[in-house]
């Protein structure tokens, strides 16, 4: 992640933050504290920079994409039964991967037919606790029909909801730093990958690991999907650029998915 210098303010407070979490007097003491990683800091620190900015059926244009074209796509030489792998970096709270299951179930005749798995993956620790919970407020849920929030969650009180467990089981999450092919090989490979706004963070050299990265955790004839103001086009020159009624997305090229 790359901060300039109109990002100055935003980096300094944070830091403030954590010197006043962590009791530090000085910013010395606190980089002090930081290097030698006392109770995890290097990982709170990390928490505290990330933009975790989401709600449900987010660019759901995609969405449309991936119940109407991607996944046509992505079955075509599988079998019945076959498996089906999304994954969605970064997932932030969850509202991605979850609103990607939830679509799926409303959307797609064929979800029943098929083993779907889903990673949500984020490098935020504190996010990823907060996945687990799947616990939502109202803004979360703000473009989600009622009938959608009856069917897939539960009350807590009168400002939150919770995903209801089977659908919470149904996702996977893990602390996954896409810039680290030691992170993201061993998750695999998938048929769609979602990697939405995040790249939009780094420097030009980061965004090239990155989709370098991607690309090999896709089958070949997988796809990604970028953030509307993303292009793959202009980090790397590895992908299809291929472009449907509801979306441009990005695909390896190959034979399809199997």
């Known amino acids: 992640m790359v901060f300039t210098e109109a990002k100055r303010y935003y980096v ?13 007097a000085s910013f010395a003491g606190y980089f002090a504290w930081l290097r030698t990683d006392v109770q995890h ?8 920079f990330t933009v975790n900015e989401t709600y449900f059926y ?8 991936l119940t109407t074209d991607l996944l046509a796509e992505c079955v075509r030489a599988k079998k019945k039964d076959g498996r089906i792998r999304i994954w969605c970096a970064p ?17 797609w005749p ?6 779907i798995e889903i990673l949500g993956s984020d490098i935020d620790t504190a996010a990823l606790q907060a996945c687990e919970q799947g616990i939502f407020g109202k803004r979360a849920l703000m473009r989600l029909s009622a009938d959608v929030i009856d069917r897939y ?11 209801l467990d089977e659908l919470r089981q149904s996702v996977q999450f893990s602390r996954v730093n896409i810039v680290e092919p030691a992170e993201t090989r061993p998750h695999g490979q998938f048929d769609v990958i979602f990697c939405r706004n995040v790249l939009i963070y780094f420097d030009d050299a980061s965004r090239r690991v990155a ?7 896709l089958l070949p004839g997988g796809f990604i999907c970028l953030g509307h103001t993303e292009s793959m086009s202009r ?20 034979k399809e998915s199997v």
């Open 12 to 24: 300094e407070r944070r830091v403030v933050e954590r010197m006043v979490a962590t009791g530090s």
């Open 235 to 254: 980090i790397s020159p590895l992908f299809d650029v291929r472009r449907f009624a509801d979306a441009i997305v990005y695909q390896r090229p190959g």
């Open 211 to 217: 989709a370098e990265n991607l690309f090999e955790n």
């Open 110 to 115: 064929l979800v029943d037919q098929y083993e």
């Open 58 to 65: 987010r660019e759901d244009h995609q969405l449309k994409c």
């Open 41 to 48: 800091e290097i990982e709170l620190f990390i928490n505290a």
């Open 153 to 163: 969650f539960e009350p807590v009180d009168d400002e939150h909801w919770k995903i």
């Open 91 to 107: 997932c932030s709270t969850g509202e991605e991967p979850y609103s990607v299951a939830i679509w799926l179930l409303e959307k």
